[in-house]
């Protein structure tokens, strides 16, 4: 049998490479899936056959079934699968997990009897897997639709209804707590579910795609070996939290971070130096260092902002593109027919980017996928959606600052961008190159960043929250106020302010106290920008009152220059000044360093330590600064690798260990 050759063509190649054998098994099949058009079309004559035949078996059932199997039936499965020994080795998991697809696959083909006990093996297969949300993606594309969607019912029960009899702590497992499981749950599956999954199976009617089971990673977090997913299960989005990544895959993925980033094209790499808080504790720090010599005046790199927007007095002036920046000439800007900010575009290839990005999930009409990918229970009101955005922009504009919307774009363009995966759309994201590989997403380039604790954001959560609800409901479980908070002080730390040419004198002056006004990395005062954008790569750059280089936005847009202002060698940090240090008239030496000491401390919360500040320091001068030392954080999970000492770019002798 046909079937059979394949099965074992995928235990020969699992077992010849046994050392990495579930990994290897999981690319073959994703290799088989992308490439091999006679693989996947014996996998669509497959499905079909199966729920042919199970429609043809099934006689109509009352009750929640999917196709011939109903939930009680799954219920018993489940729990029989529960009760069972998870193997304790890695190897003996292995071997476990090969040997129960290959009877899974088997069973596939031998018709809609053995669809339950098919599931139970892939199942079970899920339960020892490293990464088990991988493997369901890889499931979904290659198990027959009606098994999968009884392993996904499985899953469902799994997590709403914990087991009573058995813990499930093992490793690999999903492990989901209910804390965050169950407010996720959209109502139960209805008497109308139950008749959606009959017309799936039903071989006269066209497959109803709105019951499509769907999943799709969404905030993939390598680093803090966790994964955020939303899944489409019945007529219901929820959102769940898987922990315990294999710890294969984080330790090559974080080790390998600094050897795919920053793009060798830009010339530049990052790297850890130990620098000493003032109470003697050694922090980790990351600088960025040129990796040739450079002139005086040479351009070291150019980076495009992750996300940028433009000064809120500027937004719906009609004088800038709000996404590129670009300064419009009188008359020529493009008007979206309707923008609750406001926002004219220099061309309609901005404009396209905005709203492929972030503008329509924030700020648009139109449904965030394909109208048949979503379920009629969870068609959103556009009613509530505009009220929703509506407030939203009020807020933004009110605030009058620049962190939230910068925030809220990278969510919407996260939002977008997996949202577009789903649909199997291209997404705008090609044009954003931040790594030479590796596969890493927004999020493990984000999570690396220092940030700044801040409080009371509560304001901003909920209203981006109702935002994405609206958009689509369960996509704000994305927006937890912690999120959110670490969002914001990522942003209020690393984000530039765009000037061009010098900058400009027109920007209404802060009424904010000092230390609560807006600050961002530039030599020309935020005051002078029209601005800001989150540039990735240029985050690593510290500051100095004695910059190495400085930001230059030479091609009109927000696209960053990263200037050599002095000669460099290979390996010599590059430095840039996050504020105006010039000396200005009529201010003495003293007075100068002062003042950009203080807009240091109030905007990054640090004493600065440069040769500059300490060659300028007089003995009898008392500095009465906010803060003592540096007062930026990282996330704890980054934290714990600089101390591990996991992170040095292409360290050998790094003994990460991870359990
Ligand atoms: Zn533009
Ligand atoms: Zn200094």
């Known amino acids: 049998m046909s079937s059979t050759n394949r099965t074992s063509t995928v235990l020969t190649i699992a077992g010849v490479t046994a050392v990495s054998g579930i990994l290897a098994y999981a690319l073959y099949f994703d290799y088989k899936r992308r490439n091999d058009v006679s693989f996947r079309k014996k996998l669509r004559k497959e499905k079909k056959k199966v729920v042919k035949t199970a429609a043809q078996a099934a006689p109509e059932s009352a009750g929640s079934t999917i196709g011939h199997v109903s939930d009680d039936e799954i219920r018993v499965a489940l729990e029989k699968v529960r009760a069972e020994e998870v193997p304790p080795t890695p190897q003996e998991k292995e071997v476990f997990f090969l040997s129960q697809v290959q009877m899974g696959e088997q069973l596939c083909v031998q018709g809609p009897a ?5 599931a139970m093996c892939f199942y079970r297969g899920l339960r020892v897997y490293p990464s088990p949300v991988e493997l369901l993606m890889i499931y979904q594309n290659t198990v027959p639709e009606p098994i999968f969607k009884i392993v996904m019912q499985m899953m469902n029960m799994d997590v709403s209804e914990p087991s009573s009899s058995t813990e499930h702590a093992e490793e690999g497992h999903l492990e989901m707590s209910e804390e965050e499981t169950s407010p996720s749950r959209r109502g139960p599956p209805s008497e109308t579910s139950s008749q959606e999954w009959d017309k799936v199976t039903d071989p006269d009617s066209q497959p109803a795609v709105s019951t499509r089971l769907l999943s799709f990673i969404f905030c993939h977090s390598i680093l803090a070996s966790s994964i955020s997913v939303l899944v489409l299960i019945n007529d219901a989005f929820f959102f769940v939290h898987v922990d315990r990544v294999s710890a294969l895959q984080v330790k090559t993925r974080i080790e390998g971070y600094y050897n795919y980033f920053p793009p060798k094209a830009m010339n530049v790499s990052v790297k ?3 620098t000493r808080k003032a109470d003697g504790s050694v922090v980790i720090k990351k600088i960025l260092i040129a990796n040739q010599d450079f002139k005086a005046g040479d351009e070291i790199y150019k980076e495009p902002p992750v996300v940028a927007v433009l000064d809120l007095d500027l937004e719906g002036k009609g004088t800038h593109c709000s996404y590129c920046l670009r300064h419009i000439d009188e008359g020529l800007a493009i008007k979206p027919d309707s923008d609750l900010l406001g926002s004219v575009y220099c061309s309609k290839d901005c404009q396209v980017k905005a709203k492929a990005q972030s503008q329509n999930i924030l700020f648009g009409s139109e449904p965030p996928l394909p109208a048949e990918m979503i379920p009629d229970s969870v068609q959103e009101s556009s ?3 505009t ?3 509506k407030a939203f922009a009020e807020s933004i504009k009110e605030s009058g600052k620049s962190v939230p919307l910068l925030v809220a774009r990278f969510v919407g363009r996260q939002v977008e961008s997996e949202l577009a995966k789903m649909a199997s759309k291209s997404s705008e994201d ?5 790594s030479d590989g590796g596969d890493y997403t927004l999020n493990d380039h984000l999570e690396r960043l220092r940030y700044l604790e801040l409080s009371n954001t509560e304001d901003q959560t909920k209203h981006l929250r109702e935002v994405l609800s609206a958009a689509l409901p369960g996509l704000e479980q994305f927006i937890t106020d912690e999120r959110q908070a670490m969002l914001l002080g990522k942003m209020a730390y690393n984000a530039y302010g765009v000037c061009f040419a010098g900058g400009r004198d027109d920007k209404p002056a802060s009424t904010e106290r000092p ?5 961002s990395r530039t030599p020309y005062g935020t005051s002078r920008q029209i601005g800001s954008g989150l ?6 750059v510290q500051h100095s009152c004695e910059p190495s280089a400085r930001p230059s936005f030479a091609s009109g847009t927000s696209e ?3 200037i050599a202002s002095r000669d460099l060698k290979a390996g010599d940090e590059i430095t840039v000044a996050y504020v105006d240090v010039t000396q200005h008239e009529g201010e003495s030496a003293v007075e100068a360093r002062r003042r950009r000491r203080f807009e240091l401390a109030r905007g990054w919360r640090f004493a600065c330590t440069c040769d500059r500040c300490a060659k300028e320091a007089e003995v009898s001068e008392v500095d009465d600064l906010p803060v003592k030392a540096d007062e930026s954080k990282v996330e704890q999970t980054v934290q714990r690798l600089d101390e591990q000492g996991g992170v040095v770019p292409g360290s050998v002798e790094s003994t990460l260990n991870v359990d």
């Open 114 to 118: 053995y669809q339950l006990p098919a």
């Open 272 to 274: 850890s130096i130990e």
């Open 383 to 385: 009613e509530e959606r």
């Open 387 to 389: 009220k929703a955005q």
């Open 430 to 434: 090609a044009d954003l190159k931040l």
């Open 515 to 519: 230390e609560d006004a807006e600050r």
């Open 535 to 540: 540039y990735v790569v240029s985050s690593y």
């Open 560 to 562: 960053l220059h990263l």
